[in-house]
């Protein structure tokens, strides 16, 4: 690059990074010039002296680090190089912001524009005090982006608070110390990055996902398929568009797609079903080969659709990262699964969790704003990401029911069958006071403004079964049995009105009580009313006093645990099993997408 379109290449990239201050830049004439670094250093220090406003300052984030940092060097540039057009300095700035997509960040983040050549007549050019005051702008643009990018890498680029607000209750890992004037030193930045999270061992592996996918991207081919024509695919159709589906699937490198001709394809076969089963299990869909809205966006997902979920868990892997070892509870709402730590064993049993938001749920809130009208406002049912700890158990619990469930489910049933209540095992009651449902007019009840609470007894039919788990929280919610176990055979279990069913409460209750200094395992399964495991125990049990049995199953006791558990409930649509098998989520409450949207506006 010629002397001459250095100085073009310096102020077409200073006019579209500076673009907001309106400045066209100065042409420049085909003759030699002089620039002297000496020159620029003097400029580049009255960026934070005598002028004290830099242009487009608001962006510069790190401009106290800054002035620190140059004042060390005798406000010597940095990037001199670059800025002056050397091809190697230039480059190597470019592959070390490039570096941050391995990070999972974005490189137009970082980016400063690249130019080829300047178009236009350029006649004359000199140098002056406004030239050498623009190279020092851009002296501070990239290293303040540099700076950024390092930030964003060590400890996230946004912050679950500006994501989800208040509903998100995880503990946020200790801030990375971080070195800005060492790293702007370093030659070699891209390894300073990367020894951020060198204990991470999830943090790496889904860096070396990332880095599949990245490659991916590059050999994917095929391109979106249209399946408008066809609501739904089940065994036997004849679909025009299978060899397309097929050629998909050899994409993803899916078990023996190698196999299958797409030549004259057009029967949905037991062979293609198999591998949609497949595909449907990968991402716990249900594997019922039935090809509908949720596998169509599975099998039209490109390595752009990947490697974004990818990056939205390296920036969750940022904020929180759950426990190395110890006694816990740990949930991950995606895989409907809950995982109980107990030193080096972890055992895992099924789990349903809140719904997701109802379609059209931001015009559902705008019409309810509009109206006022109670009953209009849409209920957010999804399961909230917190940290807590388990801290008592209720044994035979009561359920007291929520005005919302009674407003939107309840309340048409007691209109039609006043006697609904007392048949099901209801209570009903004004204040303190209780009273009998089966009087009450339901219908002459307003059902914005219900002045009844109901409580449902304790017993098998209870929706909250026979026992629930209480961890201190704002949302009001718990884990806890169920008497319908019929969701459990579903693999989509986004089924509960918030809190966490669990399939095998008994076992769940005999873990915990691992962490018990007053009770063991068969106290709790006793209480319970179930045999004890200890045949030494045995005496403290009699299935025959059926007098205690009945007193057992609905008499409500309250266990308090002397070592609370802790728990977290957290969200991840790409993990690994503990041989770190990799897996992806179908991102039930669709939030990859909030991540990566605050990821762009910060």
């Known amino acids: 690059m010629t002397l001459t379109r250095s100085i073009s290449f310096i102020f077409l990239s200073c006019f579209l990074i500076l673009q907001s201050c309106k400045e066209e830049p100065t042409a420049v004439a085909e003759s030699g010039l002089v620039l002297s670094q000496d020159s620029m250093a003097i400029h580049l220090e009255k960026q934070f002296t005598k002028w004290n406003s830099l242009v487009c300052q608001d962006d510069l984030r790190y401009m106290d680090t800054l002035k620190a940092f140059y004042k060390t060097r005798n406000y010597k540039p940095l990037w001199w190089g670059a800025i002056t057009g050397d091809s190697a ?37 000199r140098v002056t005090s406004k030239l050498y005051r623009r190279m020092a702008e851009l002296e501070l643009i990239i290293s303040n982006n540099l700076l950024r990018m390092y930030e964003d890498i060590a400890n996230g680029r946004t912050t679950p608070r500006k994501v989800y607000g208040y509903i998100y209750m995880l503990p946020l890992n200790n801030k990375k110390e971080l070195d800005f004037e060492a790293f702007l030193e370093e030659e070699d930045k891209n390894t300073f990055i990367d020894n951020l999270h060198t204990e991470d061992t999830t943090y790496n592996e889904l860096r070396k996902v990332l880095t599949y996918y990245l490659k991916k991207k590059i050999a994917a081919k095929s391109s979106e398929i249209d399946f408008s024509e066809y ?9 025009s568009i299978l060899p397309k589906i097929i050629a998909k699937l050899k994409e993803k490198k899916l078990p023996n797609t190698d196999i299958l001709s797409i030549k004259d394809t057009t029967i949905y076969t037991q062979e293609l079903a198999k591998l949609i089963k497949t595909l449907q299990s990968d991402y716990n869909l249900t594997p019922d080969g039935i090809l509908g809205y949720k596998t169509y966006k ?15 868990n390296m920036e969750r892997q940022r904020w929180f990262t759950k426990p190395k070892e110890g006694a816990y509870v740990y949930i991950n709402l995606p895989v409907y699964e809950v995982d109980m730590h107990w030193e080096d064993s972890v055992k895992s049993m099924p789990i349903c969790i809140g719904k997701n938001l109802p379609d059209k749920y931001d015009e559902m809130v705008k019409e309810y704003t509009d109206s006022g009208w109670l009953y209009k406002l849409p209920k957010n049912l999804e399961t909230p990401q917190i940290a807590s700890k388990i801290s008592y158990m209720v044994i035979n619990p009561t359920w007291t029911i929520p005005y919302s469930i009674i407003r ?33 007019r339901w219908s002459k009840i307003n059902k914005d403004k219900i002045p009844y609470q109901i409580v449902q007894n304790p017993g098998p039919e209870n929706a909250l079964g026979t026992v629930k788990y209480i961890f201190h929280n704002p949302f009001s919610i718990y884990l806890h ?21 669990l399939q095998d409460p008994i076992l769940f209750g005999e873990y915990l009580m691992q962490n018990s200094d007053e009770y063991n395992a068969d106290d709790f399964r006793i209480m319970m009313g179930y045999a004890p495991k200890d045949p030494d125990r045995l005496e403290d049990y009699d299935p025959a006093d059926t007098t205690a049995t009945i007193q057992k199953l609905t008499e409500t006791t309250l266990v308090r645990l002397q070592k ?20 992806f989520c179908y991102d039930i409450y669709d939030q990859n997408k909030l991540i990566l949207e605050a990821m762009d506006r910060w």
């Not at 599975?298 to 939205?312: E, G």
């Not at 309840?410 to 009998?436: C, F, I, Q």
Request: hydrophobic share 35%; charged share 25%.
């Open 231 to 239: 609501p739904k695919i089940e065994l036997g159709d004849t679909v």
């Open 564 to 583: 609370p558990m802790p728990l977290y409930l957290d969200y991840r649509t790409v993990y690994f099993y503990a041989d770190w098998t990799l897996h």
């Open 89 to 125: 300095s230039w480059s190597d700035l470019q592959l070390t912001l490039a570096h941050s997509e391995s990070h999972g960040m974005n490189y137009k983040y970082y980016q400063l524009p690249l130019v080829d050549y300047y178009r236009g007549a350029l006649d004359s050019m």
């Open 481 to 501: 049995d169920t008497p319908n176990k019929t969701a459990f055979k579903r693999t989509q279990r986004a089924v509960s009105h918030g809190c966490v069913r």
């Open 408 to 440: 939107n489910e309840m309340w048409w049933k007691l209109v039609r069958d006043p006697a609904y209540l007392s048949r099901e095992g209801y209570k009903v009651y004004r204040g303190k006071t209780e009273v009998n449902g089966d009087t009450i």
């Open 298 to 312: 599975l099998i039209n997902a490109t390595p752009d659709d990947n490697i974004n979920q990818v990056k939205a």
